[in-house]
Nanobody, 122 residues
Framework: VQLQASGGGLVQAGGSLRLSCAAS????????MGWFRQAPGKEREFVAA???????NYADSVKGRFTISRDNAKKTVYLQMDSLKPEDTAVYYC?????????????????WGQGTQVTVSS
């Protein structure tokens, strides 16, 4: 399974970005997918995850501002990020797991994309 993340960039505080993650290769279409982020000097942290049937889970820090969705036909998961804050600045990674249930820790996921930089200026 290969994951390709895109959509990062530089945005002012209060702005929006949409990240995409396209899966290819031998895909586990029934598995959950998630987004994590890692800021400089910090550990990778959970952002959001979604099941095959669109059940979702969010970190408290992004609830009400970020929305995760997936298009199973396109094998793509999205992360709509609104009301961005400077503390959202990080490299964002998409991840996939074989299991259907969402996971909120990095070691729950089997496959990782290369990351896309999101920078929010104040």
């Amino acid at each position: 399974v290969q994951l390709q993340a895109s959509g990062g960039g530089l945005v002012q505080a209060g702005g929006s970005l949409r990240l995409s993650c396209a899966a290819s290769g031998r895909t586990f279409s029934s598995g959950a997918m998630g987004w994590f982020r890692q800021a400089p000097g910090k550990e990778r942290e959970f952002v959001a995850a979604i099941t095959w049937t669109a059940g979702t889970n969010y970190a408290d820090s992004v609830k009400g501002r970020f929305t995760i969705s997936r298009d199973n036909a396109k094998k793509t998961v999205y992360l709509q990020m609104d009301s961005l804050k400077p503390e959202d600045t990080a490299v964002y990674y998409c991840a996939a797991r074989r299991l259907a249930l969402v996971g909120s820790t990095p070691n729950a996921y089997d496959y990782w994309g290369q990351g896309t930089q999101v920078t929010v200026s104040s």
